[in-house]
């Protein structure tokens, strides 16, 4: 095994702890996570369209873009979403809890929560979480990685990554972020909780312009099943702690491509480790109208459960491929339709192509990755989007989840 | 047993037999059905919206509504769609392969082709298959149900309806249908194949207006995982063998009622066998903006993989019913929505309320149907929906079912 090198950015500590979000949950299971600056940072969001969204997202929307934050608080098990007023209320109090364990106040804290909708937070165990891992806020990659721990419900594998970076102006910053999702993964917004930190300074407007446009071509071209949840959450807090001044011109533009440069790495973990998931398909669509076309185009193939049932079994059947293109309301010239699957030309112009289909499904079978590759004659649109394939385990997963 | 009664038009004749559309399918598999008037008939058709149409699609859209029709050929197997040009020379043949078979011409047949995507028909069995069913034509149920057999495909039940009336002005008519589908299953038109026979006379514009009514409300209400075929084709043939006079006015609103009835009964079949389904959902929305949001919020809910691997699991999982709603697009107040599961309220003007979760968990494990309603406070709109639950074994059924 080699060791990864990660870098933490400047001025931030962090801490996972156990807590009892869900009753009768196992203590070594964390489930509330704290992320701290030292100094106040600006903080810019980006969240779910979904109409009931969560007491969280309409707490943290009202706040953000802004600045002088220390504070974000996640709990995993409980959403706090579909829970009425008495949800706000909550919200607003584990802001609270969050902030006073950490010497700041209910408004410079930003709260997630993530897990079962219409369950009110257990507020005993928020406020029990929020003293408990302030007591625990730590500097290193295992404080990093026990935070990233907390905010996960059904993943089974760690998200995060990291960058650092020199500047043109000639400062060095550094970008961490964590991510959960595994399941009620569909591409409107940000589709998942994600906490991104930074020491570079941003201001606020800024931070939101970069992080929308990360957010927009990673986070929102992913998917496991469609379902854009009440709680989707990508903030990002940069608090300048490498270089107190914002960025500007090639700075913040370097700062952009770093920050979506990273997003990209991150953003496909999530179908990787959708539910049950088998195959990550990357589905690349060019020749589109226009890239809202090409990004409809992908999404309806990327939840197409006959699509992904076929890819689980490793079966080449391309027909539902292309059918499910042709269901979305893009309008193209069906007799100029082609399509790659991991690189074999399967149908070409709108006509089926001879190929060896026991080749192309052991290249499917035996590659964790699948590829498909739509060709459209219509325009300059295109996109890459990512999926999970749809197979017996997450029917299972998802058959009882609350009961 | 009782023996259910079964209204049979006159003046028509059915058969269905085994030709080999699939390489080494079993002899006792039907697979090319054949419907046939004695006397030239008026035809309507609804069809998919897919852009990529099955070739017989093209051929009968061209065709309908209009009048001198004599036979529809089906067969199942090969759906010939994805299949480019030779697809739609096919597509002819197979027309006047039948015709000829039953002494008419090509343009006096429709066709249907449902099965496997991007495949070419094989054009000497449907020639055999033409000739061995005009030779097998019969008038009685049992050659009904022969060709109503012969249609199928992954389907595990019969499905055919009908309906005897005497009209205002004294006649007695008949209508009978028979149908497929149990996979590929989205509702934009007819999302399946349908054969609806019917003994009245009609004039074309009238046919087509009283079929897109009935399939508006019915065929295009149902779901299995939402995916709208390459095939989907309902046609209704009327010979007016019972009174050759076509229907007007109060004669004509009542087969219109009576088709609407029939397809009601007819369409959830489809969801009910669904692929590897265990529980029929029936979704009613209320007091959304319009018509077309109620259709919206009940299909988003009917598609979402959450919701139906939930209700498969007998898991009261109200949650994701809500979230549904929320995430397509229509605007409603969340604070003015209700939701009752199987009559029970679990969700009132956006609150969650109490309720014996072991309670509803039973009543859905022990039925086979299950009932969502959904309230919203916006307007008038509301429609009723079927889908069916997403089980391990659509997973299983469908993640081979080429190779």
């Given at each position: ?18 807590c009892?979000?869900?009753?009768n949950?196992p ?5 509330f996570a ?16 979904n ?7 309409v707490y ?10 220390i504070a ?7 959403a706090n979403?579909?829970t ?17 364990a950490?010497?700041?106040t209910g ?8 897990g079962?909708?219409?369950?009110q937070?257990?507020?005993r ?7 408990k891992?302030?007591a ?14 907390a ?7 760690l998200?995060v ?6 500047l ?8 961490a972020?964590?991510?959960?999702g ?13 906490t991104?930190?930074a ?7 800024d931070a ?12 929102n ?11 989707d959450?990508c903030?990002?807090m940069?608090?300048?702690?490498a ?10 533009q ?5 920050l979506l440069?990273?997003?990209?790495e991150l953003?496909p ?6 539910e ?7 589905i690349?669509v060019?020749?589109?109208p ?5 990004k409809?185009?992908a999404?309806t193939?990327?939840?197409?459960a ?5 890819i689980?079994g ?12 042709g ?7 069906p ?5 790659k ?20 499904s052991?290249?499917?079978r035996?590659n ?6 739509l ?24 058959a009882?989840?609350t009961?």
């Amino acid at each position: 095994m080699t060791e990864k090198v990660f870098y933490l950015p400047k001025g931030f500590r962090y801490a996972g702890v156990h807590c009892g979000i869900k009753p009768n949950s196992p203590a070594d299971k964390l489930d509330f996570a704290l992320v701290v600056s030292d100094r106040p940072a600006t903080a810019a969001g980006v969240y779910t369209q979904n109409l009931n969204c969560g007491a969280p997202v309409v707490y943290d929307r009202e706040r953000t873009p802004g600045t002088g934050f220390i504070a974000i608080a996640t709990d995993s098990g409980c959403a706090n979403a579909c829970t009425g007023r008495v949800g706000l209320f909550n919200a607003r109090k584990m802001a609270e809890y969050a902030g006073e364990a950490v010497g700041a106040t209910g408004d410079q804290t930003l709260v997630m929560s993530t897990g079962v909708i219409g369950v009110q937070l257990p507020m005993r165990a928020i406020a029990q979480g929020a003293e408990k891992a302030a007591a625990k806020l730590g500097a290193r990659y295992h404080d990093f990685e026990k935070a990233a721990t907390a905010i996960q419900t059904t993943d089974t594998r760690l998200k995060v990554v990291s960058r650092e970076a020199k500047l043109p102006g000639g400062a060095t910053i550094r970008l961490a972020a964590m991510c959960k999702g595994a399941a009620m993964i569909g591409p409107n917004m940000a589709t998942m909780l994600a906490t991104i930190v930074a020491d570079a300074a941003l201001e606020p407007n800024d931070a939101q312009t970069v992080l929308r446009a990360a957010v927009e071509d990673t986070f929102n071209c992913v998917s496991v099943e469609g379902h854009t949840s009440t709680s989707d959450t990508c903030i990002l807090m940069a608090n300048g702690a490498a270089d107190p001044t914002p960025l500007k011109g090639a700075d913040l533009q370097c700062f952009s491509n770093l920050l979506l440069d990273m997003c990209q790495e991150l953003a496909p973990m999530i179908p990787n480790d959708g539910e049950g998931v088998t195959h990550l398909i990357t589905i690349d669509v060019t020749g589109a109208p226009d890239r809202a076309s090409a990004k409809l185009l992908a999404q309806t193939v990327a939840n197409d459960a006959l699509v992904k049932t076929a890819i689980c079994g490793a079966d080449p059947n391309w027909g539902r491929i292309v059918s499910a293109t042709g269901r979305c309301g893009v309008p193209y010239d069906p007799m100029k339709v082609s399509l790659k699957v991991n690189g074999y030309l399967l149908y070409k112009d709108g006509v089926p192509q001879d190929f060896n289909k026991e080749e192309v499904s052991n290249s499917i079978r035996n590659n964790r990755n699948t590829s498909f590759e739509l060709f459209f004659q219509e325009g300059d649109g295109k996109i890459r989007f990512w999926t999970s394939d749809l197979t017996q385990e997450y029917v299972h997963l998802n058959a009882d989840y609350t009961t």
